[in-house]
Structure formats: C-alpha cells, structure tokens
C-alpha cells in the first residue's frame, strides 16, 4: 500500500440506495435489474479513475439490527422493507466488487458508518490522508486536518471549511447538530420543528449541545418549547447519531491492500449483467458492428393518422419525443416536424413545416399543437427524448407545458459514464450504447456549395416523398427511439425511429454543420432533422 496515497473509504450502503433510485430501471435481456448494479459499479471505477493509485476499501451495511437498536428500540423503525428489484441486486455487486480488487468489508453488530470511522481514525493516528466517499450528511462529523469527504453526484469535496460553509459548524458540533435537528429516516427523536438554521443559531449561540439544554430556559417561543419538552431525550440522539470510532474490526488499514483484478470473473459478470462498454475495455466482447439499413417509419401528414398515433400512445401509457428545427438556436427557429414513436415498430414523423418545391400535404404547427397539446400536457403519458429540457423549453414558447418526463437519453447517458465518456449526443450514445453509427450531415446533405442539394443525388427519390425520412435512417431520429428503451433496458430494441435530413437543426443545441442556418427553400432536401 503507497504510503503516499490517501485511504479511500467508500460508503457502499451510501452508494447502494443512491443508484437504485436515481437511475431508471435498466434491466438485462431477461429482465433481471441491473440499474443499482451499474450505478454502484460505475462510481467506483469513477473513485478509481480519480485516486488512481489509491488503496480501497468498500463498506457495506451487514442488515439487521446493531448496538444501536440495544440504546434504543425503535432505531430505524420507520424505514420500509427494501424493494426486492434492488434486494437480488446485492449479491451481484459483492462479487463484482471482490473481482475488482477492492476489499469488501460488513462487520455485524454496527453500521458502515462505524467501520469507516474506525478505519479513518487509525489512518488519522499515523498522519495518512483519507478520502470518505459519501453523499451522508453524519460522515461529516469524521472531517479533519487529515480527513475529507468527497461526493460523486455533485463532485464535491467537504474539508472542515467546507463544513462550516455547508452547515453552518464545524465537524465537531455536526453530532449535537443532528442531535437537535433528529433524523425522521433513522427515526432519531430530536426537538420538534428544529430545522438546520435553528439547530446551527442555537450552537453558534451556547457552543454545544451540553449549553443549549443548561440554556433551555433562555430560548423564547415555540421553538423554546419544544427545546425543554425534549431536553431528556436529547443525549440519546446524540449518542444514536455518534459515529463509533473504536470497533473492533480483526482488522486494519495495513490489510486494505488492494489486489489484482480478477478479469476473467469481471469478464462473466459484464458478460451476464449486459454492460457491453465496460466488457470491451476488457477486450471480451467485438463491438457490435454498426447498423446502417435503412428502416421503414410511417409519415403522418393528416388529422386522422395524428390522431391514430396519439391514441396509440395514451394507451401505451408513453411515448419518445423530438421536435425538429430550422436552426440551432432553438429560441429563434421554427419547428419544421416532429419524430414520435411508442413501441417497437411504431414510429412516426409528423411534418410541419417542410418548405420546398413539391412538398406535398402536412399538418400546420398550429393543428399538430391542437391536437398533441393534450397528450404532451398529460404527465400519465411516460415522455422519453434526448435533452428533453431544450424541447420542453421550446414548447414553452407555444403554451404548451410538457409534462411526464421520464427518461433523457442525454442525462443518461453522463449519469452511466461520466468519466469515459466526452460526449453524449444522440449520435454518440447510440453508437456506444446500441451500434449503430449515423451518416454524418456532410455525407448526407454535402458541404459548402453542394450543402443541401446532396439528398436527392444519394436517395435518387422525388422532392417531398418520403426519402428523407424513411430512405436514410441515419441521424438523430433513427437513433432515438431506439435509446429510449435502449439505455432503459441496457440492450437495443427492434424499432429505430425516423430521420429527416438535410439541415442539421434540433431541438437539443447541435450547430448547424458549416456554422450558418441552412436554407431549404430551393427544392433540395427536407429542412429538419426529426429524431425518435
């Protein structure tokens, strides 16, 4: 173990629930949840990227009841049952954990939180730095000269000024301030109605926990009260919200040293669990080889197939969302079609706002609005796109309130791998995620001169049928129905939407290619790109 590399302590349990209810429910082929799996897997390799070298312990709550429950009995009882989807997920992780090297520690009898205090202590005692990785507000009574916490989700570091700024005391009141304050999920009595700033005034005031309940009387009105009601009970909660320091492990930090990666078991898992990125940097698994064929989606240019498609998707209970653009400055273009699609081949693309010689019938914005308003406006009707808050933000601009978003491919796709990852468009999540590579604008619609007279040279189909859409499935449409259930579900389904192409403008910020606003007003191509 380098001495010179800080201990990285992970609070797996942290990382655990996390997870599971931050990420949509990715599944495998068979349906077995994988989402907690991927997310616990995914920060650790993350911590490992950012303290490459670093020794790693993971710390994971053994369940059931600790010492704290012989203090005080109803100790968590308020907590439900965990989900069974994310129940069979732990074992999994334990072995992917083991097979990465990392040693994997659940002592009985205590919490996670003790066995990191207790690992961070010893560290302390002999002056190594150590990194606390947790999004647990407790951890930061553990903060010290030697001792910092650091949080994934939002990549922020806690030192002790960090604790002072983010709480309003310092590490070694944070236990009389949760003392006060209680913790309704751990069912830890503390002073009604006392919230952060009382609780932070109240310390700042009297020095610690001990001062304010010898100050009681001192404090005026409700708050004052409810202080004296409860001054019996407030050394138990102090004592339930102490991190143990002094566990008996059978262990310490000199048998933290990490081992070799056992890459023929990561090989399995990743194989079994479909993470198809991480088994290719193993190099266990070809990539699967782009997909360029062209796929048949319907185009709607009528009330009646509107509204065909739209009853369709209120019964399906969802629906994936583009509405295609002019430009790429979306608060000054204008809406030219929308990419819809429900299941696996069912995909649509509504135009409404094609310009060229021949273009042949289509809805108004205006009648597209008039009938869709209802369905976008429906928070029951699952909405999944890619940067849905682009497209929300230009309905916007017509009175129309989006609602029900559920997945964005684009989030996503950063929350799955923030760190391999540079860029999560359309193009590239498809690409990496489902194998399939889109023609870029330039292949498709030309460059400089030729830019948007290409079309028609590549598809040899008339102006205003549907070759931009149907003939070339290759941009943004094509790939965002598939990804709508694709990241969902770890695997790529059967329905690819929809493209349009010829001008590079989409509601999600891509420029247009050659740096100015396309014209498509001279016959040659379509002037948006619709994507599913």
């Not at 040693?103 to 003790?114: F, G, S, T, W, Y």
């Not at 849905?388 to 989006?402: C, E, H, I, P, W």
């Not at 790939?479 to 989409?506: D, E, F, M, Q, Y």
Request: net charge negative.
């Amino acid at each position: 173990m380098a001495a010179d590399k800080p201990l990285l302590l992970v609070d797996g349990s942290s990382y655990l629930f996390r997870a599971f209810y931050a990420l949509p429910d990715l599944r495998t082929l068979d349906g077995f949840p994988t989402g907690a799996i991927r997310g616990v897997i995914g920060m650790l390799r993350k911590l490992a990227n950012d303290f490459e070298g670093s020794p790693v312990a993971v710390v994971f709550d053994v369940g059931g009841k600790t010492f704290r429950n012989d203090l005080y009995p109803d100790y968590k009882a308020n907590r439900p049952r965990m989900a069974d989807d994310l129940r069979v997920q732990i074992p999994p992780i334990f072995e992917i954990v083991e097979a990465m090297g990392m040693p994997l520690l659940r002592i009985a009898d205590v919490e996670a939180d003790d066995v990191i205090g207790t690992l961070a202590t010893e560290a302390t005692r002999v002056g190594r730095r150590t990194i606390i990785s947790t999004g647990d507000k407790d951890m930061a009574q553990l903060v010290s000269e030697h001792v910092t916490l650091v949080n994934t989700m939002d990549n922020s570091e806690l030192d002790r000024d960090g604790v002072i700024a983010k709480y309003g005391v310092p590490p070694e009141r944070i236990v009389d301030y949760l003392a006060l304050m209680g913790d309704s999920v751990d069912n830890i009595p503390g002073v009604p109605k006392v919230g952060p700033k009382t609780a932070a005034k109240w310390l700042d005031a009297y020095g610690s926990l001990d001062e304010v309940i010898a100050h009681s009387e001192e404090v005026k009105g409700k708050a004052g009260e409810n202080l004296r009601d409860t001054v019996d009970i407030l050394p138990l909660s102090r004592e339930l919200a102490s991190i143990r320091c002094d566990v008996d492990l059978g262990l310490g930090v000199a048998d933290l040293n990490p081992q070799l990666a056992d890459e023929a078991k990561l090989r399995e898992y990743f194989e079994r669990y479909e993470f198809k990125p991480w088994l290719e940097e193993l190099g266990g698994g070809a990539a699967q080889a782009p997909a360029t064929e062209p796929l048949e989606v319907a185009v709607i240019r009528n009330r009646d197939g509107l509204d065909a498609l739209l009853a369709r998707a209120k019964d399906a209970g969802k629906v994936t969302l583009s509405v295609e653009v002019t430009g790429a400055r979306f608060m000054d273009t204008a809406p030219v079609g929308v990419a819809l699609g429900i299941e696996a081949g069912d995909a649509a693309y509504v135009p409404v706002g094609h310009d060229y010689l021949g273009v042949g019938e289509q809805l108004a914005w205006s009648e597209f609005l008039e009938q869709a308003k209802p369905l976008l406006e429906d928070a029951g009707v699952v909405k999944t796109g890619q940067d849905l808050k682009q497209t929300s933000s230009l309905l916007a601009r017509y009175g129309v309130d989006l609602a029900g978003i559920g997945n964005d491919t684009m989030l996503e796709s950063y929350v799955l791998d923030s760190v391999g990852a540079r860029r999560h468009q359309l193009d590239d999540v498809a690409k990496k995620y489902l194998g399939r590579e889109a023609p870029s604008h330039e292949a498709l619609a030309g460059k400089g001169p030729d830019r948007g007279g290409k079309c028609c040279g590549v598809c040899g189909d008339a102006r205003g049928s549907r070759h931009a859409v149907a003939r070339h499935p290759a941009r943004e449409a094509r790939s965002h129905r598939a990804l709508g259930g694709g990241l969902r579900r770890n695997r790529p389904p059967a329905a690819i939407g929809p493209v349009a192409h010829g001008t590079p403008g989409r509601v999600g910020g891509r420029r247009p290619v050659g740096g100015a606003e396309p014209r498509a007003r001279d016959g040659h191509g379509e002037p948006g790109g619709a994507g599913l």
